[in-house]
């Protein structure tokens, strides 16, 4: 036996957040059909981003754009009447990567494309996002009419300017709600919101995205920030839906075995998880990377699964990755730790097709850093899906948490 914690049959680290009902059943926040009420304005990619980092990709206008708020207001009051019009838009090759960007010649309206210049035909391009724009600014007007839309601008802007981006969204239905994002002073809570008044909602963060070396952003406080909003402006508690944890299913049946790295140990801290459940703590003892944790359990049958926990990354930590496997299949989609977020609880996951005929399956954390550190992790879930629910979002109070005592490490 290694020296990783071999918990065995023993209780895991997997208690969902909401824990079961009288009638047995498990209940979780329904995250992805939180975030899908929600359409982002602008002003960059973090609402986009934050979308994916919880397993949805939804169509929008301005999902992965730039638009200045005086010209979102402005774009609305017309009906985007002459964005995607053949004399608007054009192409700019954009970064060392030579994307192609397209870009309103009338507004300040500009988006990424995902095209590149060494790879596609300008001209394809410009007449596909025509097409693509003249789509997506139809659907927004359907659904902006439709009514009890929400949509969010991210940043620091003229008040006005906001007010009159709500203004103009209430003039579509009534029922429409503008949620103002920016970063929260020293009397406000992040993931916290406030009324500014009809129609007009400001919520509070403690920092906006990092592009520099791959999307960051503290998806939780935003997770926060759209559950808060929600109640204000819905008077009514975030989507719930059933949450059928195969994880928890296995230790309670005492079919799981869980195991770790030859070079890593693993022990439970003598502290509860912030949504309940057993508390491990890790430690790397490589720098390459390597399977610090995992369990495997058995299977009725193959097709999509997700695995998802939380982990806990102390100050100092000097790793690159701390990532969520499912041993030995390619990931559909998947969302890795922030290493600059240290001292706060961040969910991680993966999803992985698995063939028909497969019976067991392997739910891992990997690390890739340095010899000795630490990180923590808790309320492991694995659900049939290509995406995870919300196993762990209480969404009721900061996600920061003291740091643990220093345990003994458990010796198998």
């Not at 929008?60 to 608007?88: I, N, S």
């Not at 819905?234 to 790295?261: E, H, I």
């Not at 019976?359 to 923590?376: N, Y």
């Amino acid at each position: 036996m290694n020296n990783a914690l071999a918990i065995g049959n023993e209780r895991g680290p997997d208690t969902p957040a909401d824990g079961p009902s009288q009638n047995g059943t498990e209940w979780c926040y329904d995250i992805p059909r939180l975030l899908q009420c929600f359409e982002g304005l602008g002003d960059n990619c973090d609402f986009g981003v934050l979308q994916r980092a919880a397993g949805i990709e939804p169509f929008g206008l301005f999902r992965f754009a730039t638009c200045k708020p005086q010209d979102v207001a402005a774009l609305l009051r017309v009906r985007f009447q002459y964005l995607g019009e053949p004399e608007d838009l054009w192409l700019d090759e954009v970064g060392p990567k030579r994307e192609y960007w397209v870009k309103s010649r009338q507004c300040s309206f500009e988006a990424h494309t995902e095209r590149y210049a060494d790879q596609d035909n300008p001209d394809v391009m410009r007449a596909a996002q025509i097409e693509r724009i003249r789509y997506l600014k139809g659907r927004l007007i359907r659904d902006l009419s439709r009514g009890r839309r929400m949509c969010v601008w991210k940043g620091a802007a003229d008040v006005a300017a906001i007010r009159d981006i709500a203004t103009q969204l209430r003039s579509y239905a009534p029922s429409n709600c503008l949620v103002w994002v920016t970063v929260a002073d020293a009397a406000r809570e992040p993931g916290s919101v406030e009324r500014i008044s009809e129609g007009l909602l400001h919520g509070f963060l403690s920092r906006y995205g990092d592009y520099d070396g791959g999307p960051r952003l503290p998806v939780e406080e935003w997770v926060r920030v759209c559950a808060n909003a929600y109640r204000l402006w819905r008077d009514a508690d975030p989507p719930k839906a059933p949450l059928q944890n195969l994880l928890s299913r296995a230790v309670s049946a005492q079919t799981c075995t869980w195991f770790g790295d030859a070079t890593a140990q693993s022990c439970v801290l003598d502290e509860s998880a912030p949504s309940g459940g057993n508390l491990v703590e890790h430690r790397i003892g490589t720098a390459e990377t390597a399977a610090v944790y995992g369990v495997m359990l058995p299977i009725a049958s193959g097709g999509n699964y997700a695995f998802s926990t939380w982990v806990r990354i102390p100050e100092g930590f000097r790793g690159r990755d701390i990532s969520a496997v499912l041993g030995g299949y390619a990931s559909i989609a998947q969302w890795t730790a922030d290493p600059k977020s240290s001292g706060r609880w961040q969910r991680i996951w993966v999803s992985a097709n698995l063939p028909l005929e497969a019976g067991v399956i392997s739910c891992l954390i990997t690390s890739q850093g340095a010899t000795g550190d630490v990180f923590h992790s808790a309320s492991w879930c694995l659900e049939r899906g290509n995406r995870p629910l919300g196993n762990g979002f209480t969404l009721l109070s900061d996600l920061t948490a003291p740091s643990p005592p220093r345990p003994s490490v458990i010796q198998t």
